[in-house]
């Protein structure tokens, strides 16, 4: 089944790799935040996974992106189909991709990477749920935002987006656009601040 909205083949591959929200749109011009997208479409996007991924994309991947949108648009050319399209970014927790089908229109396809829930989970706290609100202790991070679950080495964590972290950590994991890119912690580096509202 081809979607209404964003690209058929990045859509389908995301799905395919259970992706825990998968969304569609088409734009014209360059939008600046996901609230500005009017030709969008959800697939297999249950909430909180569906307002977590929203949530990122107009925090910060369209700002990210927002100085390289034309590195996606010169392949708006009616005649010219990209159905699998331009990878415009990605990091341990979102991808988005910009092409077209032939038309006028700019095709984008975002997701939010499979949890993996595998691992040694040291913490006495239950695992959070995606978009729940936690207090990063390790390195003065702060508040931070569940994007996902995984494991690495063996030792079950989570990808989380400070919500303001310290300068050094803005230069370290600067994506452009003023904004940031998230960070891994593990089960034992964080404390539970706000439960996600599903």
Same mark, same amino acid.
């Given at each position: 089944?081809?979607?209404?909205?964003?690209? /058929?083949? $990045?859509?389908? @591959?995301?799905?395919?790799?259970?992706?825990?929200? *998968?969304?569609?749109? =088409? %734009?014209?011009? #360059?939008?600046?935040?996901?609230?500005?997208?009017?030709?969008?479409?959800?697939?297999?996007? /249950?909430? $909180?996974?569906? @307002?977590?991924?929203?949530?990122?994309?107009?925090? *910060?991947?369209?700002? =990210? %992106?927002?100085? #390289?949108?034309?590195?996606?648009?010169?392949?708006?050319?009616?005649?010219?189909?990209?159905?699998?399209?331009?990878?415009?970014?990605?990091?341990?927790?979102?991808?988005?991709?910009?092409?077209?089908?032939?038309?006028?229109?700019?095709?984008?396809?975002?997701?939010?990477?499979?949890?993996?829930?595998?691992?040694?989970?040291?913490?006495?706290?239950?695992?959070?749920?995606?978009?729940?609100?936690?207090?990063?202790?390790?390195?003065?991070?702060?508040?931070?935002?569940?994007?996902?679950?995984?494991?690495?080495?063996?030792?079950?964590?989570?990808?989380?987006?400070?919500?303001?972290?310290?300068?050094?950590?803005?230069?370290?994991?600067?994506?452009?656009?003023?904004?940031?890119?998230?960070?891994?912690?593990?089960?034992?580096?964080?404390?539970?601040?706000?439960?996600?509202?599903?």
């Amino acid at each position: 089944m081809i979607p209404v909205w964003g690209l /058929p083949v $990045p859509i389908a @591959t995301a799905k395919e790799d259970d992706a825990e929200a *998968v969304w569609g749109a =088409a %734009v014209e011009g #360059r939008p600046t935040s996901y609230f500005a997208v009017q030709r969008m479409t959800w697939y297999d996007a /249950p909430r $909180p996974a569906h @307002t977590v991924l929203g949530r990122y994309l107009s925090e *910060v991947v369209f700002p =990210a %992106v927002s100085a #390289r949108w034309d590195d996606a648009r010169p392949l708006a050319d009616p005649n010219i189909a990209t159905p699998s399209g331009v990878v415009l970014y990605q990091d341990e927790a979102v991808v988005l991709v910009g092409g077209t089908l032939g038309g006028p229109y700019l095709h984008l396809a975002a997701w939010l990477r499979r949890s993996h829930t595998g691992g040694i989970w040291n913490s006495p706290l239950e695992r959070p749920d995606l978009g729940d609100i936690v207090q990063v202790d390790i390195n003065n991070i702060g508040r931070a935002m569940v994007l996902r679950h995984h494991a690495v080495y063996g030792q079950a964590g989570m990808a989380v987006h400070p919500l303001d972290p310290p300068a050094w950590y803005r230069r370290q994991h600067d994506k452009g656009g003023g904004v940031w890119g998230p960070c891994w912690v593990t089960s034992t580096e964080w404390q539970l601040v706000e439960k996600e509202r599903s």
